[in-house]
């Protein structure tokens, strides 16, 4: 699958969140608003990133879970 494939694909999928890639090839995923504090202490991060997309859902997937929802 191509690069503005996977990019179009996750954006779709998680539009609470920017979705990129970095010139060295990295995935990164941020929020487009602040975290709440019920937010951070659930562990909820503001940007996170992968080595391959696969590796990013997994990750905004884990963000969507962790304390029952709290990181949307």
């Given at each position: 699958?191509?690069?503005?494939?996977?990019?179009?694909e996750i954006a779709r999928e998680?539009?609470?969140?920017?979705?990129?890639?970095?010139?060295?090839?990295?995935?990164?995923?941020?929020?487009?608003?602040?975290?709440?504090?019920?937010?951070?202490?659930?562990?909820c991060a503001m940007t996170i990133?992968?080595?391959?997309?696969?590796?990013?859902?997994?990750?905004?997937?884990?963000?969507?879970?962790?304390?029952?929802?709290?990181?949307?």
């Amino acid at each position: 699958m191509s690069f503005d494939r996977h990019l179009a694909e996750i954006a779709r999928e998680f539009p609470d969140w920017t979705i990129w890639r970095s010139d060295a090839g990295r995935w990164w995923a941020t929020r487009h608003h602040p975290l709440t504090s019920a937010q951070r202490e659930a562990g909820c991060a503001m940007t996170i990133d992968a080595d391959e997309p696969e590796g990013l859902r997994e990750q905004l997937l884990d963000q969507q879970e962790r304390s029952g929802g709290t990181c949307r």
